[in-house]
């Protein structure tokens, strides 16, 4: 039962992204002077947003960023599967050292820090350079002060994953909720807002956010997976 309900919404996926392939028009020129023009017009005028370069990555070309997260996904699960099966057959090693007590006291500082910098970068990825990206990777570099500072500091994997799954769900559903509200995936069907304030550019926001959770997760597992490698 489960492999026919799992066969369904697959064909009834693939349906709808075949159906708006066909109607796109490949080969045919839609823009007189190429895309830049479009990109930069709006990029301001309706989606409300400071940053051509996110709109660009989160909106116009939303469909290349799903794909990428999706190769970090697919490398961390790699890596994964490599040093898993490396435990099994050799002794344990660690890379860990003990730091003096300069560094673990301003770690402590730093940490939390070093967070807010990750989470406001992602958050005002819309309005100024930055996004979930960067932001992420941010937040995976305050794990590793963490992991570098103190032999028994541990993440929990258990939230990580939620974390990372709950994301990626997100991001994908609110391509899917384009579908059914314009037609294409990923359409932005939020009102744009007001430029230049951080509630604007519609689901730009949003999505950056949960790339932004997604690839903090993912890079802080990996993290901590090769610095407790078995092997």
């Known amino acids: 039962m489960k492999k026919i309900i799992v066969i369904i919404l697959l064909g009834t996926l693939g349906f709808y992204t075949a159906h708006t392939f066909f109607d796109i028009g490949f080969g045919f020129p839609h823009f007189e002077h190429g895309v830049k023009d479009v990109y930069l017009q709006k990029t301001v005028s309706d989606l409300?947003?400071?940053n051509t370069v996110t709109s660009?990555?989160?909106?116009?070309?939303?469909?290349?960023?799903?794909?990428?997260?999706?190769?970090?996904?697919?490398?961390?699960t790699a890596l994964g599967g490599i040093l898993y099966k490396r435990r099994h057959e050799v002794g344990e090693r660690?890379?860990?050292?003990?730091?003096?007590?300069?560094?673990?006291?301003?770690?402590?500082?730093?940490?939390p820090a070093i967070i807010l910098l990750g989470v406001y970068v992602f958050i005002h990825g819309h309005l100024s350079p930055g996004g979930?990206?960067?932001?992420?990777?941010?937040?995976?570099?305050?794990?590793?002060?963490?992991?570098?500072?103190?032999?028994?500091?541990?993440?929990?994997?258990?939230?990580?994953?939620?974390?990372?799954?709950?994301?990626?769900?997100?991001?994908?559903?609110?391509g899917l909720l384009g579908f059914m509200h314009g037609g294409t995936f990923l359409q932005n069907f939020i009102e744009p807002g007001v430029l230049n304030n951080l509630f604007s550019?519609?689901?730009?926001?949003?999505?950056?956010?949960?790339?932004?959770?997604?690839?903090?997760?993912?890079?802080?597992?990996?993290?901590?997976?090769?610095l407790h490698e078995k092997g």
């Open 48 to 50: 409300k947003v400071s």
């Open 56 to 76: 660009i990555v989160v909106n116009f070309r939303g469909f290349d960023t799903l794909g990428e997260v999706t190769v970090l996904f697919l490398a961390v």
């Open 201 to 226: 550019g519609g689901v730009i926001p949003i999505i950056y956010i949960m790339v932004g959770f997604k690839v903090g997760a993912e890079l802080t597992g990996v993290i901590y997976t090769v």
């Open 94 to 111: 660690s890379v860990l050292f003990s730091a003096s007590s300069i560094v673990t006291s301003g770690s402590k500082l730093l940490f």
């Open 132 to 174: 979930g990206f960067q932001g992420g990777t941010i937040i995976a570099t305050g794990f590793l002060l963490m992991l570098l500072t103190y032999e028994n500091y541990s993440v929990n994997h258990t939230v990580l994953s939620l974390v990372e799954s709950l994301a990626g769900i997100a991001f994908a559903g609110i």
